[in-house]
């Protein structure tokens, strides 16, 4: 999830186009790979893999798609590895972003990445340099057919920080540590379908630019989704 504006990206994510989706599955099972071979590939016992399935989910991903990925970590040889990395810079407008990435070249990816942010007049910054902008928070979106008040009332009572309608959907945040409990607590109301459900980052202090100035950063955005390395990009763009 995009760290802005948690109703447009909803609102991007549920409209992208198929070719669009594909990069998005693909990227997915990266996830699902890496969260299977680094510990059990059996998701009961692995919360992280868990965790990406749950994400996968959400974003309609097959299931054979899902499995196949977690197929392909039990086979994996050692010499296939991806490493974590994350680049912190700034966009137009001062915009400030966190790109995350998984990666079997570290150097390719930096170049990649760097290029967007000069091509867009930006620039990457040392680490840590925009990272205490952004809190750690769960983000759990379900459709508004249930009850408002059941959700509320079982969301809040299980830890949840924030509930509220946006649309025709409920936005729950949650903290790290209540996470799981919160969605546990909506499936046992017979919430069957999660239209977002994962761990991202939302910024405690946001930007405000003119449409001009949205557009340049959105382009941002854009390229750097469109790369291959890139799995996540948060910033703190206000776009209500």
Same mark, same amino acid.
């Given at each position: 999830?995009?760290?802005?504006?948690?109703?447009?990206?909803?609102?991007?994510?549920?409209?992208?186009?198929? &070719?669009?989706?594909? @990069?998005?599955?693909?990227?997915?099972? @990266?996830?699902?790979?890496?969260?299977?071979?680094?510990?059990? #590939?059996? #998701?009961?016992? =692995?919360? *992280?893999?868990? %965790?990406?399935?749950?994400?996968?989910?959400?974003? =309609? $991903? #097959?299931?054979?798609?899902?499995?196949?990925?977690?197929?392909? *970590?039990?086979?994996?040889?050692?010499?296939? !590895?991806?490493?974590?990395?994350?680049?912190?810079?700034?966009?137009?407008?001062?915009?400030?972003?966190?790109?995350?990435?998984?990666?079997?070249?570290? !150097?390719?990816?930096?170049?990649?990445?760097?290029?967007?942010?000069?091509?867009?007049?930006? !620039?990457?910054?040392?680490?840590?340099?925009?990272?205490?902008?952004?809190?750690?928070?769960?983000?759990?979106?379900? #459709?508004? /057919?249930?009850?408002?008040?059941? %959700? %509320?009332?079982?969301?809040?009572? *299980?830890? &949840? $920080?924030?509930?509220?309608?946006?649309?025709? =959907?409920?936005?729950?945040?949650?903290?790290?540590?209540?996470?799981?409990?919160?969605? /546990?607590? +909506?499936?046992?109301?017979?919430?069957?379908?999660?239209?977002?459900?994962? +761990?991202?980052?939302?910024?405690?202090?946001?930007?405000?630019?003119? /449409?001009?100035?949205?557009? @340049?950063?959105? @382009?941002?955005?854009?390229?750097? /989704?469109?790369?291959?390395?890139?799995?996540?990009?948060?910033? !703190?763009?206000?776009?209500?």
């Amino acid at each position: 999830m995009s760290g802005h504006s948690k109703w447009a990206t909803i609102h991007r994510k549920k409209g992208l186009l198929d &070719a669009a989706r594909g @990069k998005v599955f693909q990227k997915l099972a @990266k996830e699902i790979y890496v969260a299977a071979k680094s510990g059990t #590939p059996d #998701p009961d016992q =692995n919360a *992280a893999l868990r %965790m990406v399935i749950d994400k996968a989910k959400a974003q =309609n $991903m #097959p299931k054979d798609n899902i499995q196949k990925a977690i197929d392909k *970590a039990k086979g994996a040889s050692e010499g296939e !590895n991806y490493e974590s990395i994350r680049y912190e810079g700034y966009g137009h407008g001062g915009v400030a972003f966190m790109v995350d990435c998984l990666t079997d070249n570290r !150097n390719r990816t930096a170049s990649f990445v760097r290029s967007a942010f000069t091509k867009a007049g930006g !620039n990457l910054g040392t680490d840590g340099s925009v990272s205490y902008m952004f809190e750690r928070r769960g983000s759990i979106v379900i #459709p508004g /057919e249930y009850d408002e008040d059941t %959700m %509320m009332m079982a969301a809040l009572d *299980a830890g &949840a $920080m924030d509930f509220e309608k946006v649309g025709d =959907n409920y936005i729950i945040t949650t903290d790290t540590e209540s996470f799981t409990a919160v969605k /546990e607590a +909506l499936e046992k109301e017979n919430v069957k379908e999660f239209l977002e459900c994962e +761990l991202t980052y939302i910024p405690n202090m946001e930007v405000t630019l003119d /449409e001009e100035g949205i557009e @340049k950063v959105q @382009k941002l955005v854009d390229t750097l /989704e469109d790369l291959d390395d890139v799995q996540e990009v948060y910033y !703190n763009l206000k776009e209500d």
